[in-house]
């Protein structure tokens, strides 16, 4: 699903710094409380960020320990590294829809690079261009008549730290998502929120619907199957600088989303699948900080 946050980091450009991410990020606030919406009369509260803002470098240490338990030592974990480690966590969530169970997501790693590269549209269309999936993607940002068409309005000032756009990439090589994101960026002198989610407005939009069609391959071809609409789906992300190591940035990434059942046909693709696909990004993030 990383995809869908990197196609999603576009939409909006650069903004002023904010000092609370909360109070400059309504987005962001609402995935915490009251949540996303993941199926009937059911919603997923996101948690709070691992890494709050204004901690001492010995609070960061504990909290980075803390995240990686006994799978790795500190040393290890943030060491300036494309091939560092990564911890990831999967779960299963309560969802009301058995042919759509919901989903969490949430991995943490460090990055060495520069924090004011995350002002500069330029790095983030390299990441997001880094971030395509194997089966490539492709998208841009909706056009102000598109979303006057749709009564969608940017509240005037907001111009800079918010987006929608679609997206289009191949998940795991198994499912082409198609959909419509709403985007919304936060900043301060100590860290960078962006949080997105698939537009439920556009669930049934005769333009931009937000779908999935299943991937089979046989006989050296691919397949695309027929369209299905697909909802619940957000993320966040958020990077903090640390104050040591030198240059080293926390990065956490927590995503929630429905996962419906013809996707992989009932089998458990995400815990043997995805730990891989997440490794390549987590390292192609690494490298593009480092050019």
């Not at 919304?184 to 439920?200: F, H, K, L």
Request: aromatic content about 8%; cysteine-free.
């Amino acid at each position: 699903m990383n995809a869908i946050l990197l196609a999603a980091l576009a939409l909006a450009p650069a903004q002023p710094a904010a000092d609370k991410h909360d109070e400059q990020n309504p987005l962001f606030k609402r995935l915490m409380d009251p949540g996303l919406d993941v199926g009937p009369n059911a919603k997923a509260k996101f948690p709070a960020p691992t890494m709050a803002d204004g901690l001492t470098a010995a609070k960061q240490k504990e909290i980075i320990k803390s995240v990686i338990g006994t799978d790795y030592s500190y040393d290890e974990f943030v060491r300036d590294s494309v091939v560092a480690p990564q911890i990831l966590k999967i779960g299963d969530l309560e969802s009301g829809d058995k042919a759509a169970p919901a989903r969490a997501v949430d991995v943490w790693f460090v990055v060495y690079g520069d924090f004011k590269q995350l002002e500069d549209d330029k790095f983030l269309d390299k990441l997001v261009g880094a971030g395509k999936t194997s089966g490539g993607g492709k998208g841009g940002p909706l056009a102000p008549a598109d979303l006057a068409k749709r009564k969608i309005e940017i509240k005037k000032g907001d111009e800079k730290r918010e987006g929608y756009g679609t997206v289009e990439f191949d998940f795991l090589e198994k499912v082409r998502l198609t959909a419509t994101g709403h985007a919304m960026w936060s900043r301060n002198g100590e860290s960078v929120v962006a949080a997105a989610e698939i537009d439920p407005r556009f669930r049934d939009d005769k333009e931009f619907p937000n779908q999935w069609r299943s991937i089979t391959k046989a006989g050296g071809q691919t397949k695309v199957g027929d369209a299905n609409p697909w909802g619940g789906a957000a993320v966040y992300l958020k990077v903090t600088k640390l104050a040591e190591p030198a240059g080293a940035l926390f990065v956490e990434q927590h995503i929630v989303f429905a996962e419906p059942t013809g996707w992989f046909d009932g089998a458990n693709l995400l815990r043997s699948k995805l730990p891989i696909a997440v490794q390549d990004n987590v390292r192609t993030m690494r490298k593009q900080f480092k050019k």
